[in-house]
């Protein structure tokens, strides 16, 4: 099974926060819920397959502006009798946000196909409707999978990685690194979500370097080498 990447830009994302309500904050990059339904839009599909794996790269730095806009809302949040109202409301949004994808699993022969005519089933954007992006695809390859990996030696990965992967992070040079927590993990329907992850990332889109956790059978990420690039995790 090969492994696809291609990459998302755009100018805006908004990864709303499910705990804001008044002031919309935003996680500072796609989230897995995010992404598992923009891929699920290419191919048409209401979910993607429980077995799929994806990986995030961060390919610039995370930065993020909040203003104020003026929304659409509807009675049930005013709690009157108007159908509709506007109202000023701030709102936190990600800026020239970048990030390159891997994806691994079933169809990902027609995702690649799809994505190099620059086909889609329906619209991608980066979290709002009103933040649309077109995905570029780069290259379908093979990828090997790291097993047993060894918890006293280093391990430089270029993507995001689940905290859960990380046993101790080693920070050197002028490395920035954060996390964050309560991301939701799996899309249930009608605006019910389960389960959260917490991930660990660069803030300027460089490696992380750590002492990986000993690999379980039943870990939700995988390492794997991807040629000219460097170690990647999917989850």
């Not at 196909?113 to 995905?135: D, E, I, K, V």
């Not at 954060?178 to 460089?206: D, H, I, K, P």
Request: charged letters at 20%; hydrophobic letters at 35%; aromatic letters at 12%.
């Amino acid at each position: 099974m090969s492994l696809t990447i291609f990459e998302l830009k755009g100018e805006i994302a908004h990864f709303r926060r499910p705990d804001t309500m008044g002031t919309q904050a935003t996680y500072p990059f796609i989230t897995r819920t995010a992404l598992r339904g923009l891929i699920a839009s290419i191919l048409g599909l209401e979910t993607l397959p429980h077995e799929a794996r994806c990986g995030l790269r961060l390919l610039s730095p995370v930065r993020t502006v909040a203003q104020e806009m003026s929304m659409h809302g509807k009675s049930w949040v005013s709690g009157g009798s108007e159908k509709s109202f506007h109202r000023p409301t701030a709102m936190e949004l990600v800026v020239k946000p970048y990030y390159r994808i891997y994806y691994k699993g079933p169809l990902g022969d027609i995702l690649s196909q799809r994505l190099c005519n620059g086909q889609s089933h329906y619209h991608t954007y980066l979290g709002s409707a009103f933040c649309l992006t077109f995905p570029i695809w780069i290259r379908a390859l093979p990828s090997v999978e790291l097993e047993r990996l060894n918890e006293n030696e280093p391990l430089t990965c270029m993507s995001v990685v689940p905290s859960a992967a990380v046993k101790r992070l080693l920070i050197q040079n002028d490395e920035e690194y954060a996390r964050v927590g309560g991301v939701l993990w799996e899309y249930l329907g009608e605006r019910r979500f389960q389960g959260t992850v917490s991930l660990v990332y660069e803030v300027n889109g460089g490696t992380l370097r750590f002492l990986p956790t000993t690999q379980k059978t039943d870990a939700f990420w995988h390492f794997y080498q991807v040629p000219d690039e460097g170690t990647v995790c999917l989850w």
